[in-house]
């Protein structure tokens, strides 16, 4: 048999000794796959960093850099900003060599962060979290140009990080969480999902509150208290952007060559939304949707919480149906969104890959999808073309089924269908859940440790 660290094999004379891992269970196979993605990464990203240029999202941090520094606009300090203020933090830091090297900057960031990310998924050893990483690097790739454009490229691998501390290090975990948080509001959801249902959910909370109260004292030394919560008005302003789930029937109205029916540039914020025939309507309910969405999520988690108790897999899928929901219900939408989904899996295969097959597949899928529409066909989708529409209303439809398989874990685990033991298969390690670090042993074909 074969498995990472533990397994053995006998040789000629009796003797005992470890069998070589398989290659891509080795640091220095990760560490090679790593490099070369992010090697790859760079050159892609070579001629807006020789230029002094910026590409996607980057333009308008940069913008919001430059003007805070030279006419003291600080989105969400003294002008409303579109995400959280703790947003400015990765911005200003990108800004800190100057707006010729913003690209460079950002790009060194979202690595050293993808970097540690990968590193806590590896660490320990386990073949489950060299599946994971590579998992991670795969998703990574495919999302590629909305993650090293977006402050999601940022939040990511601090979910990770921070979902893998939970357990060890909740102080630790609860800080990176919630930083993260506080830079995109939907790393909130993974926090909700941890304060409700893990064992070390009140450090986290301390930990969280603490964040939250500083970043409020800093606000208010900086006179920025009537600004503190002004993204939220800023996106319940906005309309149905094209790649959002609800949007799918305009998207098929303007495909069809309905002439009420259309496509418009938001310049502010640098998005293209959808008009026709009841679109007020849609973004209407979509507010009260969403938030009735989550509570029954956060209802569901508690029952499940009430009849199994704390555990690691109900964290996992709790944060995932909260997510995928806030995903699928949102009026916007956009292709960076797909991230907020990965750190969850990656995770999640990390602590039993057999369990996380479907999200894990699915997401890939929809990963590429996604990079598919936007940005290679996104000029063909926002003229109406068919092909663009159809890869959109798949990516839009495999999210609603991921959902769906995060709501129904929830009740096979409350009924018991879902074992503490993640589907074990001989050969593999076992992930044990409940403890504080996850205890990773051999199993032989009978489910007898080795």
Same mark, same amino acid.
């Given at each position: 048999?074969?498995?990472v660290?533990?397994s053995?094999e006998?040789d000629?004379?009796g003797?005992?000794?470890p069998a070589?891992a398989?290659?891509?269970?080795?640091r220095?196979?990760? *560490?090679?796959g790593f490099v070369?993605?992010?090697?790859?990464?760079?050159? +892609?990203?070579a001629?807006?960093?020789?230029?002094g !240029?910026?590409d !996607?999202d980057?333009g308008?941090y940069?913008?919001?850099?430059?003007?805070?520094?030279?006419?003291g606009?600080w989105?969400?300090l003294s002008?409303p900003?579109v995400?959280?203020? &703790?947003?400015?933090?990765?911005?200003?830091?990108?800004?800190?060599?100057?707006?010729?090297?913003?690209?460079?900057?950002?790009?060194?960031?979202?690595?050293?962060?993808n970097?540690?990310?990968?590193f806590?998924?590896?660490r320990?050893?386990?073949?489950?979290?060299?599946?994971a990483?590579?998992?991670w690097m795969?998703f990574?790739?495919l999302?590629y140009p909305?993650?090293?454009?977006?402050l999601?490229g940022?939040t990511?691998p601090?979910v990770v990080v921070g979902?893998l501390l939970?357990?060890?290090?909740?102080?630790?975990?609860?800080?990176l969480?919630s930083?993260?948080a506080w830079?995109?509001v939907?790393?909130a959801?993974?926090?909700?999902?941890?304060?409700?249902?893990?064992?070390?959910?009140?450090p986290v /909370?301390g930990?969280?509150?603490?964040v939250? @109260?500083?970043?409020?004292? #800093?606000?208010? %030394?900086? !006179?920025g208290m009537?600004?503190l919560? !002004?993204?939220l008005?800023?996106?319940?302003?906005r309309?149905?952007? $094209?790649?959002?789930?609800? +949007? @799918?029937p305009w998207?098929?109205?303007?495909?069809?060559g309905?002439s009420?029916?259309y496509?418009?540039?938001?310049t502010v914020?640098?998005t293209?939304?959808?008009?026709g025939p009841g679109d007020?309507?849609?973004?209407?309910l979509?507010g009260?949707a969403m938030?009735?969405?989550l509570a029954?999520?956060l209802? *569901?988690?508690?029952?499940?919480l009430r009849?199994?108790?704390?555990?690691?897999e109900l964290?996992l899928?709790g944060? =995932?149906?909260?997510?995928?929901?806030?995903f699928?219900?949102?009026?916007?939408g956009?292709?960076?969104?797909? *991230?907020?989904? &990965?750190?969850i899996?990656a995770?999640?295969?990390r602590?039993g890959?057999?369990?996380?097959?479907?999200?894990a597949?699915v997401?890939?899928?929809i990963?590429?999808l +996604?990079t598919?529409v936007?940005? +290679?066909?996104? %000029?063909h989708l926002v003229?109406?073309? =068919?092909?663009?529409?159809?890869?959109l209303t798949l990516?839009?439809?495999? =999210?609603?089924?991921?959902m769906g398989? #995060?709501?129904a874990? /929830?009740f096979?685990?409350?009924?018991?269908s879902?074992?503490?033991? $993640?589907h074990?298969r001989?050969g593999?390690?076992r992930v044990e859940?409940?403890?504080?670090?996850h205890d990773?042993r051999t199993v032989?074909?009978?489910?007898?440790?080795t």
């Open positions: 048999m074969s498995a660290d533990e053995v006998i000629d004379v003797q005992v000794t070589p398989p290659w891509w269970a080795r220095r196979s990760v *560490l090679a070369a993605l992010h090697a790859f990464f760079l050159v +892609t990203l001629p807006a960093i020789l230029g !240029g910026v !996607g980057l308008l940069r913008s919001w850099a430059l003007g805070g520094l030279h006419h606009q989105p969400g002008v900003g995400y959280p203020v &703790g947003a400015l933090a990765p911005i200003l830091a990108a800004a800190v060599a100057g707006p010729f090297f913003f690209q460079l900057v950002w790009f060194a960031m979202v690595t050293a962060l970097a540690l990310a990968t806590v998924l590896v320990g050893g386990s073949s489950t979290g060299y599946r990483a590579w998992w795969a990574l790739l999302v909305v993650d090293l454009l977006r999601e940022i990511a601090l979902l939970v357990a060890r290090r909740p102080v630790v975990a609860g800080v969480l930083v993260a830079i995109k939907w790393p959801a993974v926090v909700l999902a941890v304060v409700t249902a893990h064992r070390r959910r009140w /909370l930990a969280a509150v603490a939250s @109260t500083g970043v409020v004292v #800093a606000v208010a %030394s900086l !006179g009537s600004h919560t !002004g993204f008005g800023t996106q319940a302003d309309g149905l952007q $094209l790649e959002a789930p609800v +949007t @799918t998207v098929w109205m303007e495909a069809l309905a009420n029916t496509v418009w540039n938001n914020l640098s293209e939304e959808v008009h007020g309507v849609a973004v209407t979509m009260i938030p009735i969405a029954l999520v209802a *569901l988690i508690v029952w499940v009849g199994v108790g704390p555990s690691p964290v899928l944060a =995932l149906a909260l997510v995928t929901a806030l699928v219900f949102n009026k916007v956009s292709p960076q969104y797909v *991230l907020w989904i &990965g750190p899996v995770v999640g295969i602590q890959p057999f369990g996380w097959r479907v999200p597949t997401l890939l899928v990963a590429g +996604t598919l936007f940005p +290679t066909m996104y %000029s003229d109406g073309d =068919l092909l663009p529409a159809v890869a990516r839009n439809a495999l =999210l609603v089924v991921l398989w #995060a709501v874990r /929830l096979a685990l409350r009924r018991g879902v074992p503490a033991l $993640l074990v001989a593999e390690e859940a409940g403890g504080g670090d990773l032989d074909a009978h489910g007898q440790p």
